[in-house]
């Protein structure tokens, strides 16, 4: 049975994955930029100190890691991941005599891979996904050095993700509390302390080595309190969550999660500690999307809700092994539950898969100023990217560097006091001419409305001067405009 289960998961992670690899990923800025990342790491320069990003630096170790692999190289460690956390979570269902072993694991699988929320692989909460879901495989051990492995990956979401640490904490609680009785807290605590410091000694020694500390500092945690979040009502938070949960596959799931787990808590629980962490640990998964308010902008931000994937999965672990009253530690009636929360999930990959080939977003290629720049030998610093993360991409496909760190121009648009004295965009104006950097794809004519408009101006007044634009039939790529030095 055991053997039959593993066939099972195995099969189900690696079909799932397969759905996006590089033959049929999807497009995504965000994803494009982490890749850059990785190339500039590649070429020897230093996260936030060669290239400007807002993460954590562990997404653009993943992608730095990828690429020495190859062009598959990512897509096999993203991969071996997910493989690796769904036998270990199938290991504790079989340990915790789930009845049907292998459901919870393909769930994760389903829900994890689903493409609109997902947009394929390498979103850094996808990875926090991952880690929590390892996270709960440590807790659910007796093993006496558990506590350290907690601490290591603690340490790994946080310098992934940090706002998912916060989802992570209910069960960091939680294992300390069941363990007192044991009467060794500080030893436990030592260890939990031990496992985050070891990550994050390797991680600053990196930094320091590089005297990149203060870029580090001030661009991967500074930055994102300072500029990167919005203050709205609750309840317009919990509106705009709510109206976007809807367009997912993971509605049904979550609120039959959330509310049998309710029910089950008040009336029936015999476990009411564990099953109440997984319950705020549920919860916990929108932190980003109420902290950021980045759904109430009408951004298109579903990667928020894959700390469910792990947290759905998770409540039901917990509500396999704990009911009495509705049965759902029973065969037939976990059965029953569990097909009314993979059948929407279900719907949705099967739709994704057999439209596989017209779902993958590779109109750029064909675009007049791809063929173009595709002939003319590019080197390093020939080409930059203005005002349109989407167009980064064209500094993976030929594999060069930009001649400026700035490639994420949104918060010229999104923030008021944004470079207020202009000198971030004058620093970039600079690079370019020290580079005497060949094209210049610029987007500042399409939907670009920038907060202080004297930038647009002086920027048209840079290119006018220093640039003349090409001519290009066929294709453009979206509202851009290249330009080619005029030396």
Known sequence: MNRQNIFIVIVASILLSFLHCPLFEIFFDDKEIFKYTGLVM???GVPYRDFFDHKPP???VLNYFGLLMGTWGLWVIDSLLVLSASLFFLHRCIQYKVRIPWILPVLFNLLLRNHAVSVGIGMTREYTAIFLLFLFCIILSKNEKRFLWMGLLTALIFFMQQDEVLIAIPFILYTFFISLPEKRFIKQALMFTGGFVLISVIILGYFAY?????YFWKDAFLFNFQWYNKHYPVFT???AIRNRLHDTAYEMPFYMSFVTAAFTLVYYSRKRILLLTCIIMLIASFTAALVSGKMVDGLNVSYYFLPLSTSIPIVLFAL??????????EKKPQLIFSAMVFIMPLLSMFQYATNLLNEKEAFYKPSAVYQYLQKQQLKDYDLYVAFNSNNDYLYNEFSILAPSKWIYHFFWVWFDKWDADRSIFRSIINELQLHKTKYILDSSDGDIIFKDPEIYNEWKHFLIAHYEKIELPGIQTRNSILWKHKD
Request: glycine fraction near 8%; aromatic fraction near 8%; charge should be positive.
């Open 210 to 214: 590089n005297q990149s500390l203060n």
């Open 58 to 60: 562990l997404i653009y």
């Open 42 to 44: 590649l070429k020897g």
């Open 320 to 329: 396999f092994n704990d009911n009495e009253g509705l049965r759902l530690n």
């Open 237 to 239: 938070n919990l509106k």
